[in-house]
């Protein structure tokens, strides 16, 4: 094994034992398995005890592999998993295959090379990397399959299980989005193809650096961007080029927006900033239930000038969920507020997606907020470049920055 290898193996045990939380560990891990292998894309299976499928955990590259599963010996990864064995297989091989019981456009005329994540007594699960130039030599074989063994010891030790989402059909599912504008006399690539499937009930929290597109995509989803090119689906709906009257129908039916700017109208107090939604919303729940929900109805006739900016920022969560709406989009919903109120905010926005099952997709650029979320997808110069599932989420309450 060349030096680059074992440096590579190492890094792998500085990762698991220096990460606060194993999926976190397990992304740097399919970082460093990609780029130590030049594989394109690459993705980690876990193996769900209970239901006996093999399940898509964290995604490197733009293929979202998140909302797929395989059954016990069902296609590569069901295989893999069950033989416990690795397979390897050059690009003019590769036709037809499967990954996980559904044909994927993820493997096709691609060399690759799937290894199983197993301790001495079980596999709870599997590699796969794919997208390299060259063929996967035996050497790397012999790397992943030793990197897995110490991913697998770490797993096991941790002792968890997770369970998949029970409705795997998406809410939402985006399609190679691209937005590009004019700067001058530049053209500028804001969104670069974006896949992403959102599913109902879950939290989504969306990472990356200032201008790396997560806004534009939050607000593209939410019919107050137009994309450039790709396809959005609602509900199996086309809304990639909605009319104005299509726009305003989704927007009263299926979104509810938290501004990091609060937007209230400074005239109206609280229960009139909310009741102003209520009354053009269709099915629309009680005002003053709204503002229970978010702790406030003690301020339900305090005008906006007359609050702070946490009490502020919990009043547009509940004019959000005034319109009872299927879909929550939240942007950087606790950038200008401190730690304990971005606490109480969070915790707003938690008990929502948990009691309410409301889908919420939510944008920062902390970390630490991640850590509360079903999903973590990662944008990078306009295009994702990892999507984790967390297989235990923390509570709003046990965040720490």
């Not at 879909?327 to 971005?342: F, V």
Request: aromatic share 4%.
């Amino acid at each position: 094994m060349d030096t680059l290898h074992v440096q590579i193996l190492w890094q792998v045990m500085d990762q698991l034992r220096d990460a606060n939380q194993l999926e976190e560990a397990l992304s740097r891990c399919l970082d460093l398995f990609c780029r130590g292998t030049q594989s394109g894309k690459g993705s980690i299976w876990m193996l769900d005890e209970q239901s006996g499928r093999t399940i898509a955990t964290n995604v490197y590259d733009t293929y979202d592999a998140t909302g797929e599963s395989a059954g016990r010996g069902e296609g590569l990864v069901g295989r893999v998993v069950e033989s416990g064995t690795g397979e390897r297989h050059k690009a003019s091989d590769v036709q037809n295959m499967k990954l996980a019981g559904v044909d994927s456009p993820a493997l096709s005329g691609k060399n690759l090379m799937c290894v199983p994540i197993k301790t001495p007594k079980h596999t709870v699960g599997c590699l796969l990397l794919t997208d390299k130039k060259s063929e996967y030599t035996e050497d790397e074989m012999t790397l992943c399959e030793q990197c897995c063994s110490l991913l697998a010891l770490d797993i096991e030790d941790k002792g968890f299980t997770f369970r998949p989402f029970e409705d795997r059909e998406p809410i939402v599912r985006v399609r190679g989005v691209m937005k590009e504008f004019m700067s001058g006399e530049e053209m500028r690539q804001i969104l670069k193809g974006v896949d992403l499937d959102i599913y109902p009930g879950e939290l989504v929290v969306v990472l990356g650096e200032s201008g790396c597109g997560k806004s534009t995509l939050l607000n593209i989803i939410g019919g107050m961007d137009r994309m450039t090119k790709g396809e959005v689906l609602v509900e199996g709906k086309d809304m990639s080029s909605p009319t104005e009257e299509e726009l305003t129908e989704y927007r009263r039916k299926y979104v509810g927006f938290i501004f990091q700017a609060y937007n209230l109208m400074p005239n109206l107090n609280a229960y009139e900033n909310i009741e102003f939604i209520a009354e053009i919303s269709e099915k629309a729940m009680d005002s003053m239930e709204a503002l229970r929900l978010v702790g406030l109805e003690a301020k339900a006739e305090s005008m906006p000038a007359a609050l702070s900016g946490g009490q502020m920022q919990r009043i547009s969560i509940a004019r959000a969920l005034v319109k009872s709406p299927k879909i929550i989009l939240a942007d950087e919903p606790t950038a200008a507020l401190d730690y304990d109120t971005s606490i109480k905010v969070l915790s707003v926005i938690e008990k929502i997606s948990k009691e309410n099952k409301t889908t919420v997709l939510m944008v920062t650029h902390n970390p630490e907020i991640a850590k509360m979320a079903n999903r973590v997808v990662r944008l990078r110069d306009g295009k994702i470049s990892s999507i984790r599932v967390n297989l235990k989420p923390l509570k709003a309450t046990d965040l720490v920055w």
